[in-house]
């Protein structure tokens, strides 16, 4: 397999024709997709997922990954409130 690989979950930020959205839902092979209009009262899209993916200006919106420093800082501290409460 060449080229990037992105798993599509629920929260994960997207641009599709044109507009910006969030995935919402996934079920099956339909996507819902939540975007917030200009008064901030969400509106909803629901697309398939072929459509979504082989759309030409579908643009995954992602934030940058989390440095193996900060995910360890966060893991230890998981672990410890964990075993506080134990």
Known sequence: MTGWV???RA???????GE?????E?????????????????SW????LVALLSHPGTRIL??????RRQR???HSAAWARMRMRS
């Open 6 to 8: 992105t798993p599509l």
């Open 11 to 17: 929260g994960l930020a997207v641009s599709f024709d």
């Open 20 to 24: 910006q959205f969030t995935i919402a």
């Open 26 to 42: 996934i079920e099956g092979s339909r996507v819902m997709l939540r975007r917030s209009g200009a008064a901030g009262a969400p």
């Open 45 to 48: 899209r629901q697309v398939d």
């Open 62 to 67: 992602a934030a940058a990954h989390r440095s």
């Open 72 to 74: 360890w800082q966060r």
